[in-house]
């Protein structure tokens, strides 16, 4: 099925392949993977990009020992985003909250033991 080549070895589908002389798809396999060493070490190699947005929810308030507490979450979007049940802890007194988000989006914190 598929050929691929490793250590400078072939396989198919995990089995090792001699090396047949004159065959086509071992040849296809060898241009290619020459084509990308040269590539790798000269103008560079030509990459596929793929671009994710990604946003930040920060949270904003008081823990009880007084420090302002600043949770940030990514999230996928800006209006589809769930946040119910992350925790995070106060860095000054080590408080645990857990953050809870009912289903209109409303979040409230909670001590967490
Ligand atoms: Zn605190």
């Known amino acids: 099925m598929s050929l ?5 070895k072939f396989f198919r589908d995990g089995n090792p392949e001699p090396l047949k002389f004159g065959d086509k798809e071992q040849i296809k396999l060898m241009t290619e993977r020459i084509e990308t060493i040269k590539a790798l070490n000269g103008e560079g190699l030509l990459v596929h990009v793929d671009l994710e947005t990604t946003y930040t929810a920060y949270l904003s308030f008081k823990c009880t ?41 409303m979040i409230t914190v909670k001590s967490r033991p």
């Open 4 to 8: 691929e080549l490793k250590d400078g």
């Open 65 to 105: 020992c007084g420090v302002r507490l600043n949770p940030r979450f990514e999230i996928e979007s800006e209006r589809h985003y769930h946040l119910n049940g992350e925790i995070f802890i106060c860095h000054s007194c080590k408080a645990k909250y857990v953050v809870n988000q009912d289903k209109d989006g």
